[in-house]
Antibody, heavy 121, light 107 residues
Framework: EVQLLESGGGLVQPGGSLRLSCAAS????????MSWVRQAPGKGLEWVSA????????YYADSVKGRFTISRDNSKNTLFLQMTSLRADDTAVYYC??????????????WGQGTLVTVSS | EIVITQSPATLSVSPGERATLSCRAS??????LAWYHQKPGQAPSLLIY???TRATGIPARFSGSGSGTEFTLTISSLQSEDFTVYYC?????????FGGGTRVGIK
């Protein structure tokens, strides 16, 4: 059974940093692209960042480029999102999502339960 | 960036009736389109990929169609658990983008 468990969310001040983690199990982690998708309170979905299965290709939404870094440890089946220079409009539930193939150009077939990031003073 | 527009934003349907949701892409995405639904307090869940292929375990009352720029999700006979929010998403180009969603409510 595929499981994705996010952690690391919380309350942070504007300009601060946070690191999200996603522990994966139930599939061969290195064989699949992984992503972070966020949802601001009461709003729609935004694809934030994605990583190919090897981690060699990474992609970012313009809204987070230069501030967020996606990485993965395939030996520990874990995906990360390092977030810096956080702003109020980064406040959202952040979902970890497994993609259906090794490249990022695919659907998200499994999702974690999400972790809430709140940026506020 | 490929812009995805969903319509209508809200749809009111009686249980047992058919619901038709639309999704339009700002440029051709071939069949690189997925549909998800999201129940309150839960993560999104994949319904359809490749514009028309049902994901594992999805009932046959859900069907997708279209290619290029125009797509449709049809729910043939709405059940109580289907009254929720639906999103379409393109995976043709980065950034991967979602539509704004259609909320299906009880009439």
């Amino acid at each position: 059974e595929v499981q994705l468990l996010e952690s690391g969310g919380g309350l942070v001040q504007p300009g601060g940093s946070l690191r999200l983690s996603c522990a994966a199990s139930g599939f061969t982690f290195s064989s699949y692209a992984m992503s972070w998708v966020r949802q601001a309170p009461g709003k729609g979905l935004e694809w934030v960042s994605a990583s190919s299965g090897s981690g060699g290709s990474t992609y970012y939404a313009d809204s987070v480029k230069g501030r967020f870094t996606i990485s993965r440890d395939n030996s520990k089946n874990t995906l990360f999102l390092q977030m810096t220079s956080l702003r109020a409009d980064d406040t959202a539930v952040y979902y970890c999502a497994k993609q259906a193939g090794i490249t990022i150009f695919g659907v998200a077939d499994y999702w974690g339960q999400g972790t809430l990031v709140t940026v506020s003073s | 960036e490929i812009v995805i527009t969903q319509s209508p934003a809200t749809l009111s349907v009686s249980p047992g009736e058919r619901a038709t949701l639309s999704c339009r892409a700002s440029q051709s995405i071939n069949s690189n389109l997925a549909w998800y639904h999201q129940k309150p307090g839960q993560a999104p869940s994949l319904l359809i990929y490749g514009a028309s292929t049902r994901a594992t375990g999805i009932p046959a009352r859900f069907s997708g169609s279209g290619s290029g720029t125009e797509f449709t999700l049809t729910i043939s006979s709405l059940q109580s658990e289907d009254f929720t929010v639906y999103y379409c998403q393109q995976y043709h180009n980065w950034p991967l983008t979602f539509g704004g969603g259609t909320r299906v409510g009880i009439k």
